[in-house]
């Protein structure tokens, strides 16, 4: 497994070659054999492939769009947009997409208690590290992965054409590399390391 930990690159050029579904389907298993708070296991993973993904690809563009002319969900982050358009040009190179819910998140413009909004960061920590897990897997099979947060601009749209309970948290690109990325600058341990004797 730290072999893995280490080779681990964020891949966003993917060959056109599918995947299995013996391995897609393993990926998703290694997902939820993640830890979860009190065992909730809050984690529900959406396949898309095929003419499904060139659906969603179009649903996230019209997102996109909609942020570009008002009505913003993120109206301070305009300036990502373009990494968000770039983001749906590496998805539609990927053979599969991943969509990842917490089956127990609150909608994310809803006001909570402090323990409701404790009880949504231990969901979210369950579901990243379910995500980890099958970026880890992925690796090790030898197929690549990217971890993907730019849903976010088109939260609405994409929750609709998912159509799912439960909070949309992230979507993972996965397909074989097409590229072989150097590890990116990671910060030093005696800066994020704090001992306590």
Avoid at 87 to 102: G, H, K, L, R, S
Avoid at 135 to 150: F, H, N, P, R, Y
Wanted: proline residues 5%; negative net charge; glycine residues 6%.
């Amino acid at each position: 497994m730290i072999p893995a930990i280490f080779d681990r690159r964020s891949i966003r050029k993917f060959l056109n070659k599918p995947i299995s579904q013996n391995d897609i389907s393993e990926i998703i298993q290694c997902g939820m054999k993640a830890p979860s708070s009190k065992n909730r296991q809050p984690w529900k993973y959406i396949v898309v492939q095929g003419s499904a993904r060139e659906e969603m690809l179009k649903v996230f563009r019209q997102g996109i769009e909609r942020e570009e002319n008002g009505n913003a969900l993120l109206p301070l982050s305009k300036q990502h947009l373009a990494s968000a358009r770039h983001t749906v040009d590496i998805m539609a190179e990927a053979p599969v997409i991943i969509f990842v819910v917490n089956l127990l998140g609150k909608e994310i413009s809803a006001e909570l208690t402090p323990e409701e909004h404790i009880f949504e960061i231990c969901n979210i920590q369950s579901i990243s590290a379910s995500i980890q897990n099958m970026l880890l897997a992925a690796t090790e099979k030898g197929i690549g992965s990217l971890w993907i947060c730019d849903i976010y601009f088109a939260y609405q749209e994409l929750c609709e054409w998912l159509g799912s309970d439960g909070q949309l948290i992230a979507a993972v690109a996965f397909g074989y590399p097409g590229e072989s990325p150097e590890e990116r600058p990671r910060r030093k341990t005696e800066d994020v390391v704090e001992w306590r004797n």
